[in-house]
């Protein structure tokens, strides 16, 4: 046993404190996000024992404090979560987790040593998990049953581990399972054979850690945790670790009339650590444990990783229902742009229907990726991706390139009201930069180091950004008011000192202080207040203009484009392009989509959206109200569609996202779509120029 586990349970969870948290956080998360949209809440049950399992865990400290929001605004819960005993050493983290009621485990990663020598297979093909070593000294301490066997990381592979089950000797170990990765296509197959690298992890004796969470949950509690065991920025999950399923039978099998949840949660972003960005938290159906799991679990010996392994299996296929995972990023990306194809071009898609669609076409792709109009419809969307880069637009601006129904005139004047625009909300940033850059600069400089930091200590993480949105949090949270407080008592330190003939100051402009009507029998704390109430309204203030200004600065580029008289004809020849790929996904959609979804029908609202262009080239909009349920559309006068389009407003594809789901999550997505709708009506074209 490498490790004693540290006593903790919520009993250590102080409930103003938390509260108090929720509250701050909060606001933290509203000030970072555009939008966190929270679906499937209605799940989460408002009493009784519950385990949240929540992955991806992309966003380090960010996706609990996003979890401890949502659970209690919309369940009234409060949460523990398991959390890395590393993290409890961080000095405000670590405070803040133990108020919250956060229960620290030993993670054997974070224990991991370079074992000495090599190891090699010798009869990989009869006795798989024999391994031998050279020079290894397995007997020495840090190699013990139960510990781990780390093999060097590949590429941009996780590196695979697998437990010792017996020590033979010096030079001679037995593993519970043979190494996946012995394979002849793969990079460490001669090594495993001739002898590689490798590392060594302890066995951590959980027990009492488990103790403590059965406890917890035999009393009612929340517990969340994050399976993969650790956060990073993978586009795929990591192999969950066993602890979910572990935690879920030990309770039942202790108390199994206790009435356990194993609630599922996707934590869907879209760019985890940019400032203004947004996610999709989705809460998918329970996890059911069946009887037998929970025999096999208490009859221990071989049955117990049985009963494990067979319910991690379960929540791993619960987790892929509300999560989107990818192979790496490329196949995301490419994903991602199939998914903007697949919908009229200036439509807007509610966030949970843009997430659901990416899913859907994940799993198509790695079905049919060999196929050959797929791969087909692969090259088409990777060139018409080149074509936007070089001319430095996305895909939603392409719109710029209907010279019929933006010519050229139409643009210049958009030009010119957007810089117009841009610079009367630049001059609106100006109190708000020039008083609160620091806060800027360093959460930028802090961020990027502790991302750097995290990088070297971490096998699991790409680039390592899954650290980044936590440290801008942070050091914003503690800046600010720092700044805050700094101002005000310089604001008011000066009209203190500067109190003359009874009324304040008369350097001060007189907007301050109103020289001939404000006497110095105001009191100096009522001046403290106005100014902090200011700072705080001139960094906001500053920030939702500065999202603004962005958001114009961002569109000005394909009016650029579009006027430029060398580029525009590319831009008219991209969006000829785009129609051209976008039909080919429809083809690509309508061919594979029956045979992965039963329910599929070919009827959509790509068709009907891209058959609505006239001559004119007036396209898309009014065709999509027709896509719309008719309370939805503001004039649904032209109905080409079929009358079954009437009921299932959004098209088969979009539809069983509801499945197994309440009318008042379908009652969501209707809202955001009309809401989309009354945005687009309002003309508010250059929002959605600058998004995604
Ligand atoms: C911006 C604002 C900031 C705000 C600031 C304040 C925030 C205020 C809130 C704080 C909130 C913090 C939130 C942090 C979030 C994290 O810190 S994430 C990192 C920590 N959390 C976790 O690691 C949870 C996931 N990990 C697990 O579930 C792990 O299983 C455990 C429970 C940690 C144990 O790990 P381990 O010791 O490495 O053991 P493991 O290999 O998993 O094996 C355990 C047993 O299962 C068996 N097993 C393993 N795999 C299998 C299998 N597939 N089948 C069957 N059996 C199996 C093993 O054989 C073993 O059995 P024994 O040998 O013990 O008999
Ligand atoms: O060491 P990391 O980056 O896996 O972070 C673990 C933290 O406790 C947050 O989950």
Request: charged share 20%.
């Amino acid at each position: 046993m490498a490790k004693q586990q540290p006593r903790s349970s919520q009993q250590l969870l102080v409930p103003w404190i938390y509260d108090l948290g929720v509250w701050i956080y909060s606001l933290c998360l509203d000030i970072f996000f555009r939008e966190i949209y929270a679906a499937g809440t209605w799940r989460i049950p408002k009493q009784g024992p519950v385990i949240i399992v929540a992955a991806p865990h992309a966003n380090q400290f960010v996706d609990s404090i996003v979890l401890i929001r949502i659970l209690k605004r919309h369940a009234n819960r409060r949460v523990s979560f398991l959390i890395a005993e590393k993290s409890m050493e961080e000095p405000y983290i670590g405070t803040m987790a133990a108020c919250m009621g956060a229960l620290p485990v030993v993670r054997a990663m974070d224990h991991v040593k370079p074992g000495e020598g090599t190891i090699y297979l010798p009869e990989p093909e009869d006795d798989p998990t024999l391994v031998r070593g050279r020079g290894t000294g397995f007997t020495n301490p840090m190699f013990m049953v139960g510990g781990t066997i780390v093999l060097p990381k590949v590429e941009k592979e996780s590196p695979e581990q697998q437990a010792i089950a017996e020590i033979l000797g010096p030079e001679e170990l037995r593993l519970r399972k043979p190494f996946k990765k012995f394979k002849p296509d793969h990079p460490l197959y001669e090594g495993l054979r001739t002898g590689t690298a490798f590392k060594v992890a302890p066995h951590i004796d959980q027990s009492q850690m488990f103790d403590a969470v059965y406890r917890g949950l035999e009393a009612g509690g929340c517990i969340g945790i994050f399976p993969e065991g650790g956060s990073h920025d993978r586009p795929s999950l990591l192999p969950l670790k066993a602890g979910a399923a572990i935690i879920a039978l030990g309770t039942l099998a202790r108390s199994p009339d206790c009435g356990l949840s194993i609630i599922p949660c996707g934590l869907n972003y879209f760019h985890p650590h940019k400032f203004r960005s947004r996610a999709v938290v989705e809460f998918g159906p329970p996890v059911q444990v069946h009887p037998d799991q929970i025999e096999a679990f208490k009859a221990g010996g071989n049955s117990k990783p049985n009963a494990v392994g067979s319910l991690l299996q379960t929540i791993q296929e619960a987790l892929a229902s509300v999560t989107q995972q990818a192979p790496d990023r490329e196949t995301l990306m490419l994903i991602q742009a199939t998914r903007r194809l697949y919908r009229p071009l200036r439509m807007k898609l509610p966030l949970p229907v843009v997430i659901e669609l990416n899913r859907r076409l994940l799993r198509g792709y790695t079905l049919f990726k060999h196929e050959p109009q797929v791969i087909e419809l692969t090259k088409a969307v990777s060139a018409y991706n080149c074509q936007l880069e070089a001319l430095g637009i996305r895909d939603h601006q392409v719109e710029w390139g209907n010279v019929k129904r933006r010519p050229w005139w139409l643009v210049f004047l958009t030009l010119l009201y957007r810089i117009g625009e841009l610079i009367t909300l630049s001059v609106g940033t100006l109190p708000s930069l020039a008083l609160f850059w620091p806060v800027f600069v360093t959460a930028r400089v802090i961020s990027h180091k502790k991302q750097r930091q995290a990088l070297a200590a971490s096998e699991l993480k790409l680039e390592g950004r899954d650290v980044v949105g936590t440290w801008k949090i942070l050091v914003a949270m503690g800046l600010a008011p720092t700044l805050y407080t700094w101002y005000t008592v310089i604001g008011t330190l000066w009209l203190y000192y500067c109190r003359h003939d009874g009324y304040y100051c008369s350097v001060v402009p007189w907007w301050l202080t109103a020289r001939s009507y404000v006497p110095d029998v105001v009191p100096l704390w009522a001046f403290a207040i106005f100014f902090f109430g200011l700072m705080i309204s001139i960094s906001f203030a500053g920030l939702r203009i500065g999202e603004i200004g962005v958001d114009v600065l961002k569109s000005l580029r394909p009016l650029l484009v579009a006027l430029n008289p060398s580029s525009s004809a590319a831009l008219v020849k991209l969006r000829a392009q785009r129609r051209a790929v976008a039909a080919q996904v429809v083809d690509v959609i309508n061919t594979f989509g029956p045979e992965l979804f039963p329910d599929f029908e070919s009827e959509k609202l790509i068709d009907d959206g891209y058959s609505e262009e006239d001559d004119d080239g007036n396209e898309i909009y009014k065709s999509q109200l027709k896509s719309m349920p008719p309370s939805a559309a503001e004039s649904p006068r032209r109905s080409r569609s079929r009358s079954n389009a009437r009921e299932d407003p959004y098209g088969t594809w979009l539809k069983p996202l509801t499945i197994g789901s309440r009318d008042d999550f379908l009652g969501d997505v209707n809202t955001l779509i009309q809401d989309s709708l009354s945005e687009r009506g309002r003309g508010q074209m250059k929002k959605a120029d600058a998004e995604e």
